[in-house]
């Protein structure tokens, strides 16, 4: 499956956004699609997940609350919905997905195969 990332941009703080993953070559709905974010100087790590078939959402500490998972399989996307932002939410993000990931492996990067390109997103305060 080739993933594509889009929507970030520039917004202030408090503010919002909508991250979308396309997917193209495979129905992503047969994967766990996760978004991961590299800060500056920062390593990667986890914001969220959404696992294939319906079986429920998971999110980094930081951003429940915030931050919204949904997929949309009519359109082969993931998007990610993103309230309250905070400077501290300033990173590149990424769209990731594979399959088989058992519950404890959806936060690790290095689980998944499949990567989109990243997209910016920063937050002004």
């Known amino acids: 499956v080739q993933l594509q990332a889009s929507g970030g941009g520039l917004v202030q703080a408090g503010g919002s956004l909508r991250l979308s993953c396309a997917a193209s070559g495979r129905t992503l709905s047969i994967y766990t699609t996760g978004w991961f974010r590299q800060g500056p100087g920062k390593e990667r790590e986890f914001v969220a997940a959404?696992?294939?078939?319906?079986?429920?959402?998971f999110y980094a500490d930081s951003v429940k609350g915030r931050f919204t998972i949904s997929r949309d399989s009519a359109k082969n996307t993931v998007a990610l919905h993103m309230n309250g932002l905070k400077p501290e939410d300033t990173a590149v993000y990424y769209c990731?997905?594979?399959?088989?990931?058992?519950?404890?492996?959806?936060?690790?990067?290095?689980?998944?195969?499949?990567w989109g390109q990243g997209t910016l997103v920063t937050v002004s305060s």
């Open positions: 990731a997905a594979d399959r088989g990931l058992i519950s404890s492996s959806i936060g690790d990067s290095s689980r998944y195969r499949n």
């Open positions: 959404i696992r294939n078939g319906g079986g429920g959402s």
